[in-house]
């Protein structure tokens, strides 16, 4: 049953985003030569159809990436790649615990290849191709090679904490696996801001007076504590612009996209950060955070439970070594069927994103005005080719910003 269920909801899954591509293209592709009324007065005919080009382009690449890692899922699961690949590992590995980390390794390593070479294709023909690219092949290559060491770094030990967790804490493993899994959270959220993403940014202190006063103030207003204002080298990858505020505590920064700096003026770029503390105010980081620690804790205890039933391992294409810990297999199958078989959740998460950033809009407006967070909105959906005709379904499906229309609309009307 386990497996019909697999192959149903992965077929169920691969459909349904096909028909919701095609739909978001023939809807973008017909409204590609006519700049919505709201819109006519700020966006030009050619940045529209740039817009409705790279949001068609981009469904189509997706759609092919989504297509090879259902066939490497198949591949790994039903037709036996995993279960080659585990008697393998046991055949040339003693140790219990490296043999199960080696297979759980293998299996991350190569779904990484694959997301390696979409992201090649997706960063130097996609983006090059609507103009967006400003990463070279060295610094590509730079970027891979700095995450496989902070994965390295951080994963190895939390993976083998967690195998030994499995094997050693007896039924109630999923707590202590759950108290591991937070705390390490916690201490990646600590360590990104100063130590993780300097590996990879170049971060330098907002050097602009009038808008460093007028953050500042805005910040004290919201009372929201701030240790300091960075501007990111966001350039030297794309032309894409954005800003966030990372860190907790006392430690709490905002940071800045270069390329959103050059495009705002000082008011937008006000606007733009009000839009972010209404994250901070309404406290939706921090319910995303225990919602997420909360998930986790769930899915732990349902993988503690799936991993003692034999079905579980047979149902999706692998017999279990017997004698010898299978906590490692059973942590890849469910890594690997896990997002197939909670696809249908998506538009759930979608709505509550896009409620979250109503609610943002409002704050800002309150802050800053209805006029600038607007201005700002329409320059950052046409810097970044963000089509303004997207498909109805498709984007309560997957948005989780509510489409361009909707969102000005919203603001407009207070």
Not at 348 to 369: H, K, M, T, W
Request: include cysteine; aromatic fraction near 10%; proline fraction near 4%.
């Amino acid at each position: 049953m386990l497996t019909i269920l697999f192959l149903a909801c992965l077929m169920g899954d691969l459909l349904l985003r096909y028909w919701l591509a095609r739909r978001q293209i023939r809807h973008v592709l017909a409204h590609r030569d006519a700049v919505p009324a709201v819109f006519a007065d700020r966006i030009g005919l050619h940045s529209h159809q740039r817009a409705a080009d790279y949001t068609v382009a981009r469904a189509q690449l997706s759609m092919v990436e989504r297509i090879v890692e259902a066939g490497v899922l198949l591949a790994l699961t039903l037709l036996g790649g995993l279960q080659t690949l585990d008697l393998m590992l046991g055949s040339v590995i003693e140790s219990e615990l490296w043999r199960q980390m080696a297979l759980v390794g293998a299996v991350l390593a190569l779904l990484g290849a694959v997301g390696l070479v979409f992201s090649a294709w997706r960063t130097f023909r996609l983006e090059a191709r609507f103009g967006f690219n400003r990463m070279t092949p060295r610094l590509f290559i730079s970027d891979a090679l700095k995450m496989l060491a902070v994965t390295l770094v951080l994963g190895v030990p939390l993976l083998a904490a967690i195998l030994w967790i499995m094997k050693s804490a007896g039924t109630d493993w999923a707590w202590w696996a759950w108290g591991v899994w937070v705390g390490f959270n916690l201490l990646v959220l600590w360590l990104y801001p100063s130590f993780i993403a300097p590996l990879f940014n170049r971060f330098t202190p907002l050097n602009d007076p009038e808008l460093d006063e007028r953050i500042h103030t805005l910040a004290k207003r919201c009372h929201f504590g701030l240790s300091g204002l960075f501007v990111m080298d966001g350039s030297r990858r794309s032309a894409h612009g954005n800003a966030y505020f990372t860190g907790f505590g006392r430690h709490r920064r905002i940071v800045f996209f270069d390329t959103l700096l050059s495009r705002l003026n000082t008011d937008e770029v006000e606007a733009v950060l009000a839009h972010e503390l209404g994250h901070f105010a309404h406290r939706h980081i921090l319910r995303r955070i225990i919602v997420s620690f909360v998930t986790a804790g769930v899915l732990l205890h349902l993988l503690a439970w799936l991993s003692t039933q034999l079905w579980f391992y047979t149902g999706l294409g692998v017999i279990p070594q017997l004698g010898r810990p299978n906590d490692g297999l059973a942590l890849v199958l469910f890594m690997l069927a896990l997002p197939v078989l909670t696809f249908w959740s998506t538009p759930i998460a979608s709505l509550l994103s896009r409620r979250d950033e109503f609610q943002a809009d409002r704050y800002a407006v309150q802050q800053c005005g209805a006029t600038h967070l607007a201005s700002a909105l329409v320059k950052l959906y046409d810097d970044n080719a963000a089509t303004l005709t997207p498909d109805p379904i498709h984007s309560a499906w997957y948005d989780s910003h509510p489409p361009a229309p909707v969102r000005i609309a919203h603001l407009r009307d207070g």
